[in-house]
């Protein structure tokens, strides 16, 4: 079954930045009509963060204007640019894709950690 490959999370402090990056294990999984970032912190269940439908990106009120979810196609990947990171956006960041046909695809997550 084709899953989701997170990378790029790690520490960094108040303020700073990270970018994500996401691509389907399997090279041929091509043309997903959603592409997007879930986070879960801890104790909390998991929300959407950003994600792109049929080419539109959309993005929760918590990180508008601070994130930026864009993707290469030529590449198979999605990216999430977040900028200013704060505390409250520390979490687990799970990437997804809704393909044409069949279920919703899931990352393994990958930990983002802002310090104060």
């Known amino acids: 079954q084709v899953e989701m490959i997170e990378s790029g999370g790690g520490l960094v402090q108040a303020g700073g930045s990270l970018r994500l990056a996401c691509s389907p294990s399997d090279r041929t999984f091509t043309n997903p009509i959603t592409v997007g970032w879930f986070r879960q912190a801890p104790g909390k269940e998991r929300v959407v963060v950003a994600h792109?439908?049929?080419?539109?990106?959309y993005y929760s009120d918590a990180v508008k204007g601070r994130f930026t979810i864009s993707k290469d196609n030529a590449e198979n990947t999605v990216y999430l640019k977040m900028n200013s990171l704060e505390p409250e956006d520390t979490g687990v960041y799970y990437c997804y894709a809704d393909p044409q046909v069949g279920p919703r695809r899931w990352g393994q997550g990958t930990q983002v950690t802002v310090s104060s």
């Open positions: 792109i439908t049929y080419n539109k990106a």
